[in-house]
């Protein structure tokens, strides 16, 4: 990968990390608007006379999924989330002789106890519990002409961990519900392997450009917006 390959990935993953937060902070803006506009006697739904909540998580650096949560006492609830992302980690390139592919598919799901302050505040958590990744990264040579596999270089992360999370729920007038919060992936560090065929050689800066996207896709701290609704 040349300094100019280098230079142009940066300026895209600038890109895309820009428009998210804008799109994040619009959402969470408006989200906030909304809920302080409503007048508190309008409220009439709370997280004391409600079992259960399901939730579409519709903005998350992790990809969108399901939210389900189950009261089964007054502080405590049982929480399952699931999400889903899939894209390039770069741009496929082509030198001439050889052709890059380079891709990730990830499926997280979370089973968490959540705790809220119901003393203090009604509508904030705290929530840790287990953190399951079937995540999977890898980029693909190939020869242009013969269309042999000259290298495949794969990442294989540990699939268990736990995590740890902070967030707030607000419960509208009629039970639509909306939450955002922060989840710390706490999980064992991936390993690569460098499968390489024959006369083909990655060297340490090879190695390190591919690290370096691995690591952009390889989040520990994840943010969710999720909207749904409370029963």
Not at 45 to 73: E, M, T
Request: glycine content about 8%; aromatic content about 12%; charged content about 20%.
């Amino acid at each position: 990968m040349n300094d100019h390959t280098n230079i142009v990935e940066t300026i895209r993953i600038k890109e895309i990390n820009s428009r998210m937060l804008i799109r994040a902070l619009s959402i969470s803006i408006g989200v906030l608007f909304f809920s302080t506009t409503i007048p508190s006697n309008s409220n009439a739904f709370s997280l004391n006379d409600k079992n259960a909540q399901i939730q579409v998580i519709v903005l998350s650096n992790l990809g969108p999924g399901l939210s389900f949560s189950y009261r089964f006492s007054e502080n405590l609830w049982l929480n399952l989330e699931g999400q889903s992302l899939s894209g390039n980690m770069s741009e496929d390139s082509s030198d001439g002789s050889t052709t890059e592919k380079s891709g990730f598919d990830s499926q997280t799901s979370y089973l968490n106890i959540r705790y809220y302050l119901v003393a203090l505040a009604d509508s904030v958590f705290f929530q840790t519990g287990l953190v399951n990744r079937d995540w999977e990264a890898k980029k693909e040579i190939d020869s242009s002409g013969s269309g042999e596999r000259k290298a495949v270089y794969r990442v294989d992360y540990p699939e268990d961990g736990y995590n740890l999370g902070i967030g707030k729920n607000w419960i509208f007038n009629g039970g639509l519900t909306t939450s955002v919060h922060l989840v710390r992936l706490i999980t064992g560090e991936p390993s690569i392997n460098y499968e390489l065929g024959n006369n083909w050689e990655c060297s340490s800066a090879c190695q390190s450009d591919f690290e370096s996207d691995v690591n952009k896709y390889s989040p520990k701290y994840v943010i969710f917006l999720n909207v749904g609704y409370i029963f």
